[in-house]
């Protein structure tokens, strides 16, 4: 298991970008899927983003495709959500979540076995 640190939430307008980051403990870093959920009121979690131990493939929602940008700087043991032309259905916690060697092409949060605190993203109108 990793221990996992997600910064960079915050409040924006509509239309405007975040970047969201998530560090990871640990020395083998590199061998973990990572992925991004996230989680408004009243709603189930719902997976984002995410990003393959090995080859680095991407993979997205619909809903944040061509908006949302994963990547990882395994030197850092860090992961990134670049979030542009957010829309106030953006607005929910996010989550960073690990798991070891996984690969795969459809994600659940059951997938994953180590997740981050949360960190808020509000978008207003």
């Known amino acids: 298991q990793v221990q996992l640190v997600e910064s960079g939430g915050g409040l924006v307008q509509a239309g405007g970008s975040l970047r969201l980051s998530c560090a990871a403990s640990?020395?083998?870093?590199?061998?973990?899927?990572m992925g991004w959920f996230r989680q408004a009121p009243g709603k189930e979690r719902e997976f984002v983003a995410a990003?393959?131990?090995?080859?680095?493939?991407?993979y997205y929602a619909d809903s944040v495709k061509g908006r949302f940008t994963i990547s990882r700087e395994n030197a850092k043991n860090t992961v990134y959500l670049q979030m542009n032309s957010l829309k106030p259905e953006d607005t929910a916690v996010y989550y960073c979540?690990?798991?070891?060697?996984?690969?795969?092409?459809?994600?659940?949060?059951?997938?994953?076995?180590?997740w981050g605190q949360g960190t808020q993203v509000t978008v207003s109108s």
């Open positions: 979540a690990a798991d070891r060697l996984l690969r795969t092409a459809v994600f659940t949060p059951r997938d994953f076995g180590s």
């Open positions: 990003i393959i131990w090995s080859g680095g493939s991407t």
């Open positions: 640990g020395r083998t870093f590199s061998s973990y899927t």
